[in-house]
């Protein structure tokens, strides 16, 4: 019991930072209807622009770690949310009424981009960081000396993402961009037509979208302590499942999933095997579409002709 | 006529040098913070384990007077090319020797190909190249049955040709079975889990499609590299037989090829029987390719990429339309895969990865959806680019993706333009013939 209460821990830890991905694939999906699929590598960007501001202000001699963070958090919020817009400005605003297949390809081929020129700006070797933040609490010893652990690392993971999701839906529900955005969502022409910039919505979109995954970038890194360049695919894959099960276009949804998707992975690797815990991600994104094409929250797609 | 028009640009000339200015100077701006921590911090390992940065501000200049240069030389293309969408017309006279060109340039291609081996007998690197680039155009014939021609992306293509060099490699090292054996095999096997992928994603469409097939390409790579005692895992399979000439091997002994024809040996004579068998493989994908397509399951292909409700509507069976789709396009993978094993003699997972799936695709793509001759020449193109930056080694992903972004920006539609329908309705009859006439190359 107390094994499996620390791994409910770890998942949700996991799942949070999947979430937060699986944000940005939903929301580009909901307004474009494409699979942005360079945010995973958007999301090692992040992860690479944190692992380098903690670098600098380390050195610069700034010992106060709430200050760090919150400014690590700023910085690579800020450039990885540019990231994203120029993504968009250079590989998708040209093709936005192209034919179907072409703004996907040029998508994977954005995603070989990044994680090229990360590659080569920053080496292919694994960034290993020291801890930087320590201590927890212990939850819960149990008797055969196994103890439930609650490390400040996960409590700040989980905190700012419930933070930065509060912010977020905020945002949309109650803003003018949050409106836009839905308008643009519902039917583009029409939003253009009653006055909605289209063309700045959309890349907003791709902006708060980046700038949650440096968010998750920045967590990857306090929480595992490395960074890599090749990080980007998989975990774009995972939290893409995220966005499916939670029911592409859905917001909540995307939470929800990558939640689901953590949890799953960490008990699958704890009771099964941990070698396969990425094909039990992809299995279930699978299994998923094909039983419940929807989502859990997601609304059914009506067939035109 | 011409006169007027000039006029205008002209006169927009005088205030763009301030406009362009504008734009590259943003350009720039975006570029130095995009690229600040990036490429002007560099992170390395210290000497005692630790992270430690070095800063790179002359190559960060560097990135970003490229960028300020480069935007301003875009800007004025774009205003020397002139606005985009203008038709340009074409002569007749020219247009015709085009149409002879290009329905000549299929046959001479395929001429110039059956010489390769004769005219370049002395440069192994060239013959060798000739298999790799034949390889990739089998894989994108193969493809293109899937995504050209039944409108099914596929980005999980490689599994298949992962499947078909597993099946050889395997059946050959643990039973001694021979190649010729073998290859139709490794194809059942591969058409087996293309069916077999099929099946779940029967109602699945568009992006959701490609989706699941990217997770089943991933799924059968991480099994092959955690399966250790079946495959070896990441140490791949080694020591996979060569190929016989009906029986008889190509090798310098008694009994060899060479000894029995009464000639020298040479390890070339290997190289060249490849570079035919992988020939004849593609021939073979593009002829029954060209077959199928005159035969009903061929037509309910093209009118299920068309339209897929009006296919149901017509009582098309969707559920087998799709699934032969899958599983014709999975055999031919799987034969390239075979021969990929043959050729290398050893295999391992990192030559399944996703990259090789995008790669296929891109060439399929480019290739124009379902035109046979196009996906020839872009494979061509793709992979001899490939190799004219083999110099640049850890920059060649990265022109690739540029590549891939700027020719989806620049043709969207591949090289060679939309492959139509095989058969049309009378009104649709107007469409020039070097488009309908494609399907011989």
């Given at each position: ?8 821990i ?29 945010h995973?590598d958007?999301?090692?960007i992040?992860?690479f ?18 200050v ?6 700023l ?51 694994v ?28 409590i ?15 945002l949309?529900?109650r ?18 037509l ?27 890194l ?9 990080m ?64 859990l929250?997601g ?7 | ?16 040098v ?12 975006v ?34 007077a490229?960028?300020?240069?480069g ?48 005219i ?84 699945l469409?568009?992006d959701?499609?490609?989706?699941v ?5 991933e ?9 250790q ?20 091997p190509?090798?310098?002994?008694d ?46 292909w093209?009118?299920?990429r ?19 789709a899958?599983?014709?396009g999975a ?9 990929f ?35 020839a020449?872009a ?35 591949g090289l ?17 013939s ?8």
């Amino acid at each position: 019991m107390d094994y499996f209460a620390q791994q409910l821990i770890n998942g949700i830890v996991l799942g949070s930072i999947y979430g937060l991905i699986a944000i940005g694939y939903t929301m580009v999906y909901g307004i474009v209807g494409m699979i942005n699929f360079a945010h995973g590598d958007i999301f090692m960007i992040g992860g690479f622009i944190a692992l380098i501001t903690f670098l600098i202000l380390v050195s610069i001699g700034l010992t106060v770690v709430p200050v760090i963070l919150l400014i690590v958090l700023l910085v690579s919020m800020a450039i990885t949310a540019l990231y994203g817009w120029t993504v968009e400005r250079i590989a998708y605003r040209p093709l936005r009424h192209s034919f179907r297949l072409a703004p996907m390809l040029s998508a994977i081929g954005m995603s070989f981009v990044l994680t090229n020129y990360s590659q080569i700006a920053q080496g292919a070797r694994v960034k290993p960081v020291p801890p930087i933040i320590t201590g927890g609490y212990t939850l819960h010893e149990g008797s055969g000396g196994f103890v439930v652990q609650l490390s400040n690392v996960q409590i700040i993971v989980v905190v700012t993402t419930i933070v930065l999701l509060a912010i977020f839906t905020w945002l949309v529900a109650r803003t003018r961009l949050g409106r836009d955005m839905r308008a643009c969502e519902q039917d583009q022409t029409m939003a253009g037509l009653l006055g909605v910039d289209v063309d700045r919505t959309i890349s907003m979109t791709f902006v708060i979208g980046a700038a949650l995954a440096a968010v998750a970038g920045m967590m990857y890194l306090l929480y595992y302590g490395l960074v890599d360049f090749f990080m980007g695919f998989v975990a774009g894959i995972k939290a893409f499942t995220a966005a499916v099960l939670g029911g592409i276009g859905s917001l909540p949804g995307a939470m929800l999933g990558g939640l689901l998707i953590g949890l799953i992975e960490t008990l699958w690797s704890a009771y099964f095997s941990v070698e396969y815990k990425d094909v039990a991600a992809f299995s279930i994104l699978i299994i998923v579409l094909i039983f419940l094409p929807t989502g859990l929250l997601g609304r059914p797609e009506v067939e035109k002709v | 006529m011409t006169a007027p028009a000039a006029e205008p640009k002209l006169a927009s000339r005088a205030p763009d040098v301030a406009f362009i200015f504008k734009k590259a100077l943003i350009s720039a701006l975006v570029a130095l913070v995009l690229f600040s921590l990036m490429i002007g911090i560099r992170t390395e390992a210290g000497p005692a384990g630790q992270l430690i940065y070095l800063t790179r501000f002359g190559e960060l200049a560097a990135v970003v007077a490229a960028v300020f240069g480069g935007s301003i030389v875009v800007e004025l293309l774009r205003q020397w090319w002139g606005p985009v969408g203008t038709i340009r017309i074409v002569p007749p006279s020219v247009q015709r020797t085009l149409a002879v060109a290009r329905r000549a340039i299929a046959p001479v291609l395929l001429i110039f190909t059956f010489l390769v081996p004769v005219i370049f007998y002395d440069q192994r690197y060239i013959l060798d190249l000739g298999i790799l680039v034949l390889t990739y155009v089998m894989l994108g014939w193969g493809l293109n049955v899937v995504v050209g021609l039944a409108g099914l992306l596929d980005l999980g293509y490689v599994a298949f040709y992962a499947v078909g060099a597993y099946s050889y490699a395997l059946l050959a090292t643990n039973f001694g079975l021979s190649f010729w054996v073998c290859l139709p095999m490794a194809g059942i096997l591969a058409a087996f889990w293309g069916v077999l992928l099929g099946f779940p994603v029967l109602r699945l469409r568009g992006d959701y499609l490609a989706i699941v097939t990217l997770a089943f390409g991933e799924i059968i790579r991480l099994v092959i590299i955690n399966w250790q005692s079946l495959t070896g895992g990441p140490n791949g399979v080694s020591s996979i037989p060569r190929p016989s000439f009906f029986g008889i091997p190509l090798t310098p002994g008694d009994d060899g090829l060479a000894a029995k024809l009464g000639i020298e040996f040479s390890p070339t004579h290997r190289i060249v029987f490849l570079f035919y068998i992988i020939l004849a493989l593609a021939l073979l994908t593009n002829w029954v390719t060209i077959r199928l397509r005159r035969l009903p399951i061929g037509r309910a292909w093209e009118a299920l990429r068309e339209d897929e409700v009006a296919c149901r509507a017509l009582g098309i069976n969707t559920t087998t339309t799709k699934l032969t789709a899958f599983a014709t396009g999975a055999m031919f993978g799987g034969f390239a895969g075979a021969f990929f094993a043959t050729r290398q003699g050893f295999i391992s997972p990192e030559s399944f990865t996703f990259q090789e799936s995008a790669l296929v695709l891109a060439i399929v793509v480019l290739g124009g959806m379902g035109s046979q001759l196009g996906v020839a020449l872009a494979a061509l193109t793709m992979i001899g680019g490939f190799e004219l930056f083999r110099g640049l080694d850890q920059y060649r992903m990265l022109v690739f993706g540029l590549a891939m972004v700027l020719l989806m920006i620049w043709r969207p539609r591949g090289l060679i333009g939309h492959r139509a329908p095989t058969v049309f309705l009378q009104h649709s009859q107007a469409i020039s013939s070097d488009l309908v006439k494609e399907g011989h190359g």
